[in-house]
């Protein structure tokens, strides 16, 4: 005897019915197969796969390919055959992945080397130097800026708020320190 005003006990529905009613749209009948065979799926696709959540992804995806793949299910087979297939091909995926990744050939690095060796090594260490002692030779204010500027990449706006003067007066500032350092580093620069 049916009872209409009972609710509908998913548990207790075979895998053809639940299959039935999650093909017509019914979201409770396809979470019902996916709780009842997520431990077979799981239980495969550790059989098939050495590392563990290598096969809990490919569980997962065998899952998700379950809800996306249930309207092409014609029924010809058990559904549980069907899943299993689905399982086996979604560890296979996963593998192959795996496999083209670690084997994949990398490009050339075909960029110059940014080493010096050790006589640009000495060289830049000279170059330090001296951009050292010909900051100490232009005023302080002008100094500063320039390093903020160049060194440290700040802005104009930036600089101004830090040193307390007027943008224009911080741009200034860049631009004499930067004559100053040119006539006194000359051709060291542009080389």
């Not at 019915?17 to 799981?42: F, Y």
């Not at 096969?55 to 249930?70: H, I």
Request: a neutral charge.
């Amino acid at each position: 005897m049916l009872r209409p005003d009972a609710p509908l006990a998913y548990d207790r529905l075979s895998d053809p019915i639940l299959v039935q009613r999650a093909k017509d749209g019914d979201r409770r009948a396809l979470a019902q197969l996916c709780e009842r065979h997520a431990p077979k799926v799981e239980r495969l696709a550790r059989h098939l796969l050495r590392d563990p959540e290598d096969a809990s992804d490919a569980a997962q995806e065998a899952l998700a390919r379950l809800c996306v793949k249930l309207p092409q299910f014609r029924g010809e087979s058990a559904f549980s055959t069907w899943l299993h297939r689905l399982t086996v091909n979604a560890c296979r995926d996963l593998a192959q992945r795996q496999v083209a990744r670690r084997c994949e050939p990398l490009d050339e690095d075909r960029r110059v080397s940014c080493e010096l060796g050790p006589a640009g090594e000495v060289e830049a260490s000279e170059l330090r130097a001296e951009l050292g002692a010909c900051l100490a030779e232009l005023a302080p204010a002008q100094a500063q800026v320039i390093v903020l500027k160049d060194a440290f990449d700040f802005s104009f706006e930036e600089i101004a708020g830090a040193a307390g003067m007027p943008v224009g007066t911080a741009k200034c500032y860049a631009h004499r320190a930067r004559n100053g350092l040119r006539e006194r580093l000359g051709d060291r620069l542009t080389a």
